[in-house]
């Protein structure tokens, strides 16, 4: 995942311009520690990257100013106004108290800090082809609901955190186009065939 969603993060967090020398960054549900470790990078010397995950695990990468934290954003802000970038890809729509945690995710913030939210959303295969392709990714949202899987919860991100206080929020959607052994199709036959072993 990391390879395939890492560039298009950077690229956001780079039109924030608000990774540099001395920044204190956070990002919540980290993974494997890359997009963290790069981060680091950016906000050296000086700066701090803050990176929580429930699971610290997959960690691989280590920075001399990359600091690793174990621990879950609806339990509270990771720090109280501390960061001048807060960020998490791909976490909310599977946290089942998404509300409490945008609330301590914006709360983690220094006043006039960015935040960027990154959320898979599914519509774009309500009009996949083949229809045995749309049939498929249909089994699958309906699979995620059960499980209590929210591919809609970026829609909804914009009131949420206008509510919340922040300013200039914007948003952007990104469609993956893929054939067969691209990354992307790749990365979806890994993880079905790891939630079939499950």
């Not at 494997?32 to 695990?57: C, T």
């Not at 174990?70 to 802000?77: C, F, K, L, R």
């Not at 774009?124 to 309906?142: K, N």
Request: proline letters at 6%; a negative charge.
């Amino acid at each position: 995942m990391s390879e395939l969603l890492d560039p298009m993060h950077r690229r956001h967090i780079e039109a924030l311009n608000v990774v540099k020398p001395g920044a204190r960054t956070l990002e919540v549900g980290c993974g494997n520690g890359s997009f963290s470790a790069w981060l680091a990078e950016r906000v050296s010397p000086g700066g701090e990257a803050v990176a929580v995950d429930l699971d610290l695990s997959l960690i691989e990468v280590r920075a001399p100013n990359l600091e690793l934290r174990q621990g879950d954003i609806v339990a509270g802000p990771v720090e109280r106004g501390s960061f001048d970038l807060v960020t998490a890809r791909a976490v909310l729509h599977h946290v089942a108290d998404a509300k409490t945690a945008i609330k301590n995710l914006v709360a983690s913030l220094r006043p006039g800090g960015a935040l960027l939210l990154i959320e898979p959303d599914f519509l774009p295969v309500s009009v996949a082809e083949p229809p045995d392709v749309r049939a498929f990714w249909q089994g699958w949202l309906e699979w995620a609901r059960e499980r209590g899987v929210d591919y809609q919860i970026g829609r909804t991100l914009a009131p949420r955190l206008a509510g919340l206080g922040l300013i200039e929020i914007g948003g952007s959607a990104e469609t993956a186009i893929y054939n067969g052994g691209s990354p992307w199709a790749n990365y979806w036959t890994q993880t079905i065939t790891e939630l079939r072993v499950i």
